[in-house]
């Protein structure tokens, strides 16, 4: 069976995106005897990596989607799979999710995410037609305008898919309101990632305390000074902060630009092994809250959007606030307390763990079966 891999901006700088891809691939060679897969990608060094056929990112990366489409034909099923792609992106997904179906091409849609707040690049007014469309007063009838040209195209394009899998409930929740309620849930595949036996981990950690820590440059923090002062009062407390990058290039930068060493590795692998010396992890990066508690790690979430809020009521708790608005104060003394005492994270961890992937086994199944009948 041959089974092309797209959707997201693959080897475009996301450890995250990698983590999710190797995730689906192990998943797919472990569930589907005999699959050949291909997978769309700007890092060729992911043919050798992960055991795959590779083509250019189509529609990511400056990469035009011409040629998709042949690309795309003699395979037996194309999997969007991954990331925010349904609010982030949507336009580049279902250009390749149409194009596929018009190609004839069985599609499926696996544990993709949709946030409450579409991505405003794309979904907002900007420059001189926002000046003009307020002047008019039609910016909200504008920005409708674009959401519901996106409900549209997602209520003709997906009921065409075999089978639509997302990584949460609030993301299924929040497609819903665009008319397509039939998704089911699944759980974001990256929770495979570098996972042991057993939900119920211990891991050794260092004795010397550490923060690990990532701020995106993706819709950046407001208030960077205020991620300076916790820095330097968990340096004052005596414990070490290690940044680790869920962007190799542009968050390193941000984070050295804030004094904070980073990480040597840019490889999921990599990650999960910083994170696991660390006490605790501080991110406004959803895949580094994920492959941090993978390890056991505790962990913090700043959020852009409300994928990471969604990904800690697992764990019963909340986002320490957003980019826009945080009380980075109040969260310098919630990080020295998680510093000195994990509380209850353990028993938390490992109840919610249980539950995650008991949800993405039945959708794993159910995926699989349908792929291979």
């Known amino acids: 069976m041959r089974i092309f891999l797209g959707g997201i ?35 060729p060094a992911t043919a050798r990596r992960l055991g795959v056929a590779t083509v250019p990112p189509f529609g990511f990366a400056d990469t ?10 003699g395979h037996d099923a194309y999997v969007w799979c991954g990331a925010t792609g349904l609010s982030d992106y949507p336009h580049v997904a279902l250009d390749l999710l149409e194009a596929a179906q018009n190609a004839g091409v069985a599609t499926y849609i696996w544990g993709v995410g949709m946030d409450d707040e579409l991505n405003p690049v794309f979904f907002k007014a900007h420059g001189k037609r926002k000046i003009l469309l307020k002047c008019l007063g039609l910016v909200g009838w504008y920005e409708r305008r674009l959401r519901n040209r996106l409900a549209r195209r997602i209520s003709r394009l997906l009921p065409q898919c075999r089978g639509v899998w997302l990584r949460d409930p609030e993301s299924a929740a929040m497609l819903a309101k665009t008319g397509f309620a039939d998704a089911k ?17 211990t891991i050794p950690k260092s004795q ?37 990058p869920m962007n190799p290039k542009t968050d390193r930068a941000l984070l050295e630009e804030l004094g904070v060493e980073c990480i040597d590795g840019d490889t999921p692998e990599a990650v999960c092994a910083a994170a696991a010396e660390c006490s605790v992890v501080l991110s406004s990066r959803l895949h580094l809250l994920i492959l941090a508690a993978n390890v056991g790690t505790p962990v913090m979430g700043i959020a852009r959007g409300s994928k990471l809020a969604n990904f800690l009521a697992n764990f019963g708790r909340t986002v320490e606030g957003s980019v826009y608005d ?35 086994e039945s959708a794993r199944l159910e995926f699989t079966g349908m792929l291979t009948r």
């Open 9 to 43: 901006p693959l080897g475009c700088d996301n450890i995250g995106d990698e983590a999710i891809l190797a995730c689906v691939v192990g998943m797919l060679k472990r569930s589907v005897p005999g699959v050949s897969l291909t997978v769309a990608t700007k890092d």
């Open 64 to 73: 035009p989607l011409d040629g998709f489409a042949e690309a795309v034909s």
């Open 185 to 201: 849930v699944a759980a974001d595949t990256a929770l495979l990632q570098c996972f042991p036996q057993s939900p119920n981990l």
């Open 208 to 244: 010397n305390p550490a923060l690990g820590l990532c701020i995106s440059t993706q819709r950046q923090v407001s208030n960077l000074d205020g991620v300076k002062s916790l820095v330097a009062a968990v340096r004052e407390s005596g414990a070490k902060v290690v940044g680790i």
């Open 326 to 360: 945080c009380d980075w104060p109040a969260v310098t003394r919630r990080v020295l307390a998680a510093l000195k005492d994990r509380g209850d994270w353990d028993k938390v961890r490992a109840a919610a763990y249980s539950r995650l992937l008991a949800r993405l």
